[in-house]
């Protein structure tokens, strides 16, 4: 082991007592949506096209002039009308946009749905829309994690790069996995195995720090449920993976209101507590890897650049 650097359990025991903050900026999204007049404006048309529909259908208007105007409504759906209520609707009745898009039969059937089931108005508040993109905001943390994670690296003095070869030359640098930089190449050309139950399991950073490199998968998980509990097992499951190379180590990241839920020792569940005794069972048993949350990362990453 690097003599700047401590055991598994004193990085593990500092992310115990040192859980994720609330707020943590890498994962808040709250300006105002630069595109929000488009969002407005386009459901506007939506909601104008549908008084309309309704209007004729009421007056009992000729069937082609109606079909002209669900024509005119296909065709002013683009992307900026997710956050209208008629496509909110429309997800609602188990279909998508691109569907009601492409089929006019079904557009019509769901609008017919949407004028028995709903209330229908001409008024296009902002804070609405603003309101169903916050909503959406979660699928914006995608890569946010590696973000925060290269943001905190390049803080102790790594440089970012994005060739293997620069990953060679470099002596301290984090490089991230991509479709060039996957399993396979890092495989072949680090000479490690990463037996993960799927093969085609992508981690997230490779940090070089001298000699020693940190084979990194970061996770940012709020709540619990089954789709996490997957999650947290394919993480334990890193944590169990090991190389005949002693410079090489696993790094689990996880961040978010459930790294504290599962790192609180007061949580007693039966899930909580199994998942931590393989946790702990698998850091005793592979002593060069490691699972931290954000202060462990710190002080793990501080410590190898002193």
Same mark, same amino acid.
């Given at each position: 082991m690097n003599s700047k650097i401590q055991s598994n359990q004193h990085y593990?025991?500092?992310?115990?007592?040192?859980?994720?903050n609330f707020l943590d900026k890498f994962y808040i999204f709250d300006e105002r949506h630069p595109d929000i007049e488009k969002y407005i404006a386009n459901t506007k048309d939506i909601k104008n096209i549908l008084i309309t529909i309704k209007t004729l259908q009421n007056k009992k208007e000729r069937v082609e002039i109606i079909e002209k105007y669900f024509c005119e409504l296909q065709k002013i759906l683009s992307d900026f009308s997710n956050c209208s209520e008629f496509i909110c609707f429309v997800n609602a009745c188990d279909n998508t946009l691109k569907s009601v898009k492409t089929d006019l039969n079904l557009i019509k059937k769901i609008t017919k749905k949407y004028f028995s089931k709903r209330t229908l108005?001409?008024?296009?508040?902002?804070?609405?829309?603003?309101?169903? =993109? %916050?909503s959406n905001s979660s699928r914006k943390k995608g890569?946010?994690?590696?973000?925060?994670l290269i943001a905190m690296l390049k803080g102790f003095g790594f440089n970012e790069i994005e060739t293997w070869d620069d990953f060679l030359n470099k002596k301290k640098c984090v490089l991230q996995f991509s479709k060039k930089i996957n399993m396979?190449?890092?495989?072949e050309k680090l000479n490690v195995k990463i037996r993960t139950k799927k093969q085609n399991k992508k981690l997230d950073l490779i940090v070089k720090s001298g000699k020693r490199i940190f084979l990194l998968e970061a996770k940012h998980l709020n709540t619990s449920g089954g789709g996490q509990d997957k999650q947290i097992a394919e993480l334990i499951e890193i944590l169990n993976l090991k190389e005949k190379n002693k410079d090489i180590s696993y790094v689990?990241? =996880? %961040?978010?209101?459930?790294?504290?839920?599962?790192?609180?020792?007061k949580k007693c569940g039966d899930k909580l507590k199994t998942q931590r005794q393989e946790i702990k069972k698998y850091l005793r048993k592979n002593s060069n890897n490691y699972w931290l949350n954000t202060s462990g990362f710190r002080a793990l990453f501080g410590d190898l650049t002193k």
């Amino acid at each position: 082991m690097n003599s700047k650097i401590q055991s598994n359990q004193h990085y593990f025991k500092i992310s115990c007592e040192n859980p994720e903050n609330f707020l943590d900026k890498f994962y808040i999204f709250d300006e105002r949506h630069p595109d929000i007049e488009k969002y407005i404006a386009n459901t506007k048309d939506i909601k104008n096209i549908l008084i309309t529909i309704k209007t004729l259908q009421n007056k009992k208007e000729r069937v082609e002039i109606i079909e002209k105007y669900f024509c005119e409504l296909q065709k002013i759906l683009s992307d900026f009308s997710n956050c209208s209520e008629f496509i909110c609707f429309v997800n609602a009745c188990d279909n998508t946009l691109k569907s009601v898009k492409t089929d006019l039969n079904l557009i019509k059937k769901i609008t017919k749905k949407y004028f028995s089931k709903r209330t229908l108005n001409e008024f296009v508040p902002e804070e609405w829309i603003q309101a169903v =993109l %916050d909503s959406n905001s979660s699928r914006k943390k995608g890569k946010c994690g590696e973000i925060k994670l290269i943001a905190m690296l390049k803080g102790f003095g790594f440089n970012e790069i994005e060739t293997w070869d620069d990953f060679l030359n470099k002596k301290k640098c984090v490089l991230q996995f991509s479709k060039k930089i996957n399993m396979k190449y890092v495989r072949e050309k680090l000479n490690v195995k990463i037996r993960t139950k799927k093969q085609n399991k992508k981690l997230d950073l490779i940090v070089k720090s001298g000699k020693r490199i940190f084979l990194l998968e970061a996770k940012h998980l709020n709540t619990s449920g089954g789709g996490q509990d997957k999650q947290i097992a394919e993480l334990i499951e890193i944590l169990n993976l090991k190389e005949k190379n002693k410079d090489i180590s696993y790094v689990v990241f =996880l %961040d978010g209101n459930y790294s504290n839920v599962l790192l609180d020792i007061k949580k007693c569940g039966d899930k909580l507590k199994t998942q931590r005794q393989e946790i702990k069972k698998y850091l005793r048993k592979n002593s060069n890897n490691y699972w931290l949350n954000t202060s462990g990362f710190r002080a793990l990453f501080g410590d190898l650049t002193k």
